[in-house]
């Protein structure tokens, strides 16, 4: 048995745009219905959202027949949570807030497996689901050939040590966060600022100069067409429950126009 090449990891390499969204309902049944969508990759937040790991199971089990890559955000970096979340199969992982290379090292060692010439420190389980219970030969000497591991920059700090961080080894790019990074710039709410798009676009520079690509949450499709002209590859065009606020308001807001006594 075989698992299916990263497709988000070989587009990330090859400077090919992928289109995704935010999941943040935290319900399988929802993110099922999503992925028949096109979407090329979803993204699980645990940082902002009710996902445990129970739910990211059941969310990345719905996922299974579709072609989409599922996208894990962690709460934190924790070697001991990125151990449970690889052995469940997540092989996309983004860290939140990496502010220099030595997080950006330590997650890399987190990720990978000890090997004799040196490797990482991931622990070592036989059976998982990750490695289809044993079925998938020599898993545990390949398994980081398809992880595709982002470092989130989303503060003043990270931008100023993005070259550092996006020079580590085993590092496949960065995850922009626009509003956490306005914050930190001084401009909550405010990720069009000048400050802030300058920011923006120094992260970018520094991920593709070292040949790596860059991912990044857009608001809306005016932005989201800015970022690609930018030249960021893994857009995020929204999320699940900006979508399903957005389609509620406006529905309730056209029947009170027709309805004016409603």
């Keep these: 048995m075989q698992l299916k090449p990263n497709a988000l990891k070989h587009a990330l390499a090859h400077k090919q745009v992928h289109i995704g969204l935010w999941t943040c309902l935290s319900?399988?049944?929802?993110?099922?219905l999503l992925a028949g969508s096109g979407y090329d990759w979803l993204t699980l937040d645990m940082e902002h959202s009710p996902n445990d790991l129970r739910g990211v199971l059941a969310q990345m089990q719905a996922l299974g027949g579709y072609d989409v890559e599922p996208v894990v955000r962690l709460l934190r970096f924790d070697k001991d949570l990125v151990k449970q979340y690889l052995d469940l199969g997540a092989r996309t992982l983004v860290l939140p807030n990496i502010e220099s290379a030595d997080e950006a090292r330590a997650i890399v060692q987190a990720v990978r497996y000890p090997k004799?010439?040196?490797?990482?420190?991931?622990?070592?389980?036989?059976?998982?689901?990750?490695?289809?219970?044993?079925?998938?030969?020599?898993?545990?000497?390949?398994?980081e050939q398809e992880l595709c591991i982002l470092?989130?920059?989303?503060?003043?700090?990270?931008?100023?040590?993005?070259?550092?961080?996006?020079?580590?080894?085993?590092?496949?790019?960065?995850f922009v966060g626009p509003s956490?990074?306005?914050?930190?710039?001084g401009h909550i709410n405010q990720p069009?600022?000048?400050?802030?798009?300058?920011a923006i676009a120094q992260a970018l520079a520094a991920a593709t100069a070292?040949?790596?690509g860059c991912g990044i949450l857009a608001r809306n499709e005016v932005e989201a067409q800015r970022y690609t002209e930018m030249g960021y590859l893994m857009i995020g065009l929204g999320s699940d429950q900006g979508l399903l606020a957005k389609a509620s308001d406006e529905l309730v807001a056209r029947y009170r126009a027709l309805c004016p006594m409603a």
Aim: glycine share 14%.
């Design 116 to 143: 004799a010439e040196g490797g990482g420190i991931r622990g070592v389980a036989g059976l998982q689901r990750a490695n289809r219970w044993g079925r998938v030969p020599n898993y545990h000497r390949d398994a």
């Design 192 to 198: 069009m600022e000048p400050v802030v798009q300058q």
């Design 180 to 185: 956490d990074l306005a914050a930190s710039l």
């Design 210 to 212: 070292v040949g790596k």
């Design 27 to 32: 319900s399988a049944y929802s993110t099922e």
């Design 151 to 174: 470092a989130q920059i989303e503060s003043a700090r990270g931008v100023d040590n993005a070259a550092a961080i996006a020079a580590v080894d085993g590092i496949d790019g960065f």
